[in-house]
């Protein structure tokens, strides 16, 4: 018991420690420099990406997530090489690991690269209106990994990011200003221009249209059964888009309604202009025909 203790002991010990004294005072340095490399690094690194333009949360992600992540692991490897440490066989590791990982996860991965284009791009921001993925409403958050939608029915829908990149997105609220259009149609008898002068006094008085630029009413295409014509009006925020084309829609019903104007349905007309007389001889076996023929 006594040898045990003297393995620790006077000589021994102080040269144990004196062994060990400068790898830690070099490790103790190196995580000095990489405190410090941290605290002069990020700020103009962050400056650097609002010129480029990035967004907030993406600035977040690559300083304080990717680019401290980095250099906090690339300290903590130098660090532990200084005290002797083989960081070979932990680092080929975390290698297998992060390629399972990245197997298993590759879905995920998928929708944060694309949150990152999101973030990168910027197609929309939160408070914006858009359409995709057949569905609209308000952004109402950004992740990584998702895109939050508050649609107009107050349903919250959550769509990965990888599907709004894929596929076709209207942004309504990029410009401000947006126009409504509005189609309806009226009868081939009926004149354009007493149309146009009645959808326009109603649609000049319906809330949330805009005065400027001013509304209009075009002949868009002759239909089957009926002149097709578009109501045009601007509105200043796209949240009020559907309920002011409701409103627009209704507003003109009424306006064509008290001036006479016919609003047609879709009919087909049938015109008869030779019936051959086997014909006739054939139909009058029927009662109801026969009659009508003679």
Known sequence: MEQNFALFSGDRLQAVVLAFLPGVVAAVVVLLVVWLLLKVSQPPLRALLRRARFAEPLIKLLVEGLYRGAVVILGLVTAASQLGLNMSAAL??????????????????????AGFLIFRDRPFKVGD??????????IRDITMRTTRIRTMENTYVIIP?????????????????????????????????GARKALLEA??????VLETPPPEVVARE???????LEVRAW???????????????EACKMA???????I???????????????????????????????
Do not use: C
Not at 163 to 184: A, C, F, K, W
Not at 271 to 293: L, M, N, T
């Open 264 to 294: 047609p349905f879709p009919h087909l007309q049938l015109f008869i202009e030779d019936v051959r007389e086997r014909v006739w001889a054939k139909a009058a076996r029927f009662p109801g025909i026969a009659s009508q023929a003679g």
């Open 129 to 138: 209106y858009i359409t995709t993925q057949q569905k609209y409403g308000e």
């Open 161 to 193: 990011n990888k599907q709004i990149i894929g596929d076709m997105l209207v942004n309504h609220s990029m410009y401000g200003e947006t126009r409504v259009n509005v189609p309806l149609g009226i009868a081939y008898k009926e004149r354009i221009a």
């Open 92 to 113: 080929a590791g975390l290698g297998v690991v992060g390629l399972a990982f990245g197997f298993a996860a590759q879905e995920t991965v998928a929708n944060m690269i």
């Open 222 to 228: 002759l239909g089957s059964s009926s002149v097709n």
């Open 235 to 249: 509105i200043g925020n796209a949240a009020e888009e559907r309920p002011v084309s409701y409103r627009v829609l």
């Open 256 to 262: 064509l309604d008290q001036a006479g104007i016919e």
């Open 203 to 208: 649609v000049q008085g319906t809330q949330g």
